[in-house]
Each structure stands twice: as structure tokens, then as C-alpha cells.
């Protein structure tokens, strides 16, 4: 499958979940394919979790969801080494961050000790429990999200963590005429936890996801292309 079929083919079926969006949807998508990570920020209520769920199961990839909260271990979230009575022995219980697709939802509403958790994994694509790496193999894309409007009890993301997203995507409302198809969608019986209900199925597993990951990563940039990103960084900076 050509990367232009991908992204049609992926647009077509978000349609029939998530009304309107579209330019969301395409910057999700370029961000998935170029192997990067995305932050989406919006109010509650815009889709945030419904869009990363359909993608991942469009996607075939296995999908985890954490729910950024101020008491949040970093353990719940790489998963932590258990000891087994039965046998002596410790052994490894992952935690939600060994996905393909991981939704960190509302990820400023814990500690910085907590969010960067996420970092090793988003930068190294590895984690290290007790002193042990574990490599995070094939498709790893993380989608965090956080609400722009209600900033008491949050921790600003830091830098760093910031630097390790791609993109910063701005979700706002649908339009009337969306809100409207929403409202009969839900009347007619739509249930957003039963995705295979929309008569959706996978168009990729995550091996061809990957391939296409690698092939957008071969695409030929022309040299005055990276000399007008440098200007930008430096102007930017």
C-alpha cells in the first residue's frame, strides 16, 4: 500500500466516527508516519481520546490509555518488577507504555517526576526498570493530551518533554452543521466503544505500519528545504 492510499484510506474511516476534523486528522497522520509523537490540546468533550482510539485500531497496533492523575507512579506506567512466591523469582509486569499507541490523557495533571516517565521512552524508544533496558520494538507513537482552558492543580510540561513531541496540535469545536450529525449518529444507536459497530476493520497490521514509517522516512529533500527549516529553528529559538 502506497502512503497516499494509507492516508485516504485512513481518512475515509475516521470519517464515519469523528465528524469534521479533517485538518486535525491529517496532522495526525503525517506525525504517526514520520515516527513522531503528538500533543492534542482542546477542551473536553472534542474527541480527543475517540480519535486515538479509532486510529489505533485502524492501525492494528495494540492501544493503551493512562489517565494523568496528580497521585500517578511512574511504575503505572512502565510497569514495575513483582516477586513470585512460587518460584523465588522476580519477573516483569509491563506497564501500559509497552503499546504500539499510547493515549497520555491529560498528561499535565501529574507531577514532572511522573511525566517524565515518558521521556526515556519517547526519545530512546526503551525503558529502563530496575537497571534493565527493555527495547520498545516497532511502531511506538504516543498521543498526550491536556485541556488549555483549566490550568489549577497542572504542571506545565517541561521542555524537555515538549522537545520530544513532533507536533502540537490545536483541537477546537465543530462547526453547527457537525454537532448536529453528531447528535444523530448517537440517536441512531452509534456507541464510540464498540468501533467495529462503524463497520470499521483494520487497513494495516503494524508491520506494514512500520514499513510505511520507513518509507516516508526515504522521501528526497531538496537542499534548500533544509537550509529554510534551519532559518526557521534559528528565528524560532
Known sequence: MKISEFSQAMKAQI???????????????ACLLAGGHALLEGVPGVAKT???????????CRFKRIQFTPD???ADITGTNIFDSRTAEFSLRRGPIFSQILLAD??????PKTQSALLQAMEERQVTIDGTDYPLEGVFFVIATQNPIEYEGTY???EAQL???MMKILIGYPSAEEEERILRSHDAGFDPHDLAQASLHPLVNQEE?????????????EDGIF???????????
Open 209 to 221: 505500519l512500520a514499513a510505511l514509517q520507513a518509507r516516508a522516512g526515504e522521501v528526497r529533500v
Open 15 to 29: 470519517a464515519q466516527v469523528i465528524q469534521g476534523q479533517d485538518e486535525v486528522i491529517e496532522q495526525l497522520l
Open 106 to 111: 491529560e498528561v499535565n495533571r501529574t507531577p
Open 227 to 237: 537550509q529554510y527549516i534551519v532559518e526557521i529553528l534559528r528565528q524560532t529559538r
Open 156 to 158: 506545565p510540561l517541561p
Open 72 to 74: 500517578l507512579m511512574p
Open 163 to 165: 522537545d520530544r513531541f
Open 50 to 60: 475517540l480519535l486515538a482510539r479509532t486510529l489505533a485500531y485502524l492501525s492494528g
